[in-house]
């Protein structure tokens, strides 16, 4: 028999797995931006490249930074099903404001400030687990600056290597836009691979917290449900953020687009190996600054960077604060 309880607990789920949609949606851009900003790739054909490795990373990536997020940051024996939905209303409201200003903000850490601003709201700072929120707030910092420094080593060692044997511009053109493939296909599937598991974690948490499941452990269904979302949202694409991705940081050519998504994709399969819940966001960007800033510093438009910087560094306390009112609003509401 179907309960009141049961539908909320559907109801959700669904919620939850939308979040995961405009997370594709939101972050398509860092997927797709380098292969269509150089051309490789039209942006229906890019998305669907980056759509069809999204799903598939769940064939590569276990279920590490699922566990961080569900029950490695929040103490989950004060989880609600209220508190999730609160934290991704919190997460959604936030993602749709930066989406529509177009700035390439981190859905990861939309979630991260949505899910803990509700627990706290609902709490107190007690429900924090500290050990969980350190590799966390080191890997905002890090993460953009492991994407530069990987970004500027690639593209340097790849000029010297092209110097060195006397290489012209077409070939060297031709070929890029070949291997470009490869390194977009690999960044989406750590994309899929880091990204897709937040939501799963979100969703066991929710499970458990509504008892229909007896343990932490991720069901099979949520891992497909959550990688065919993002998966759907990365095939609507997100242009706004393509444009600043692409083309407003720096100029990308093929072999710039090469090793800007060979950068992000080794730090995100680390990060993901580790279950540490990056922001693909932020190792893309930092990754496309290093590429340009090691031809020419003046090349990147700095501007634009620390403006992402900024908006990284409120994502977490705004979506916070969206996710504390959304539950008072639902309290109030519904009495739940």
């Known amino acids: 028999m179907i309960t009141g309880s049961l539908i909320f607990v559907i109801f959700i789920i669904a919620i939850a797995l939308i979040f995961d949609f405009t997370n ?5 851009a860092n997927s797709i931006a ?14 669907a490249w980056a759509a069809f490795f999204n799903f598939a990373a769940f064939l590569v990536f276990g279920t590490k930074v699922a566990s961080t997020i569900g029950k490695g940051l929040i103490d989950i024996k004060i989880v609600t099903p209220t508190v999730v939905l609160a934290g991704l209303l919190g997460a959604i409201i ?22 803990s601003g509700a627990a706290i709201a609902k709490a107190g700072f007690k429900v924090i687990i500290l050990s969980g929120w350190t590799k966390t707030v080191i890997f905002i910092f890090l993460a953009p600056i492991i994407g530069m420094v990987l970004g500027m080593l690639f593209i340097f060692l790849s000029m010297k290597i092209l110097e060195k044997n006397n290489a012209s511009p077409q070939p060297v053109n031709k070929w890029s836009k070949r291997m470009q493939f490869i390194s977009a296909a690999a960044y989406s599937l750590g994309h899929g691979g880091n990204d897709a ?9 929710l499970l458990f917290s509504a008892k229909l499941i007896a343990s932490f452990k991720i069901p099979l269904w ?21 444009k600043t991705m692409g083309q407003k940081i720096v100029r990308l050519k093929p072999l710039d ?56 560094l409120f994502t977490i306390p705004a979506a916070a604060l969206v996710a504390g009112f959304s539950l008072f609003i639902l309290r109030s509401m519904f009495k739940i």
């Open 94 to 115: 936030w993602n749709l404001i930066t989406w529509y200003l177009g700035l390439p903000t981190s859905s990861s850490h939309a979630l991260i400030g949505g899910y």
């Open 197 to 205: 598991q937040k939501t799963m974690g979100i969703i066991t948490s």
């Open 222 to 242: 949520v891992v497909l449900s959550a990688h065919a979302a993002i998966g759907l949202g990365t095939l609507m694409g997100g242009w706004r953020i393509v």
């Open 24 to 28: 594709g949606i939101h972050d398509a």
């Open 257 to 312: 687009g090469v090793c800007a998504e060979s950068a992000s994709a080794i730090s995100l399969f680390v990060a993901t190996y580790f279950g540490v819940p990056v922001s693909t966001t932020h190792v893309i960007t930092g990754a496309i600054s290093g590429v340009g800033a090691a031809k020419r510093v003046s090349s990147v438009r700095w501007h634009i960077t620390f403006r992402i910087l900024w908006a990284w």
């Open 34 to 47: 380098t292969i269509v900003s150089t051309r490789v790739l039209t942006p229906r054909q890019a998305v």
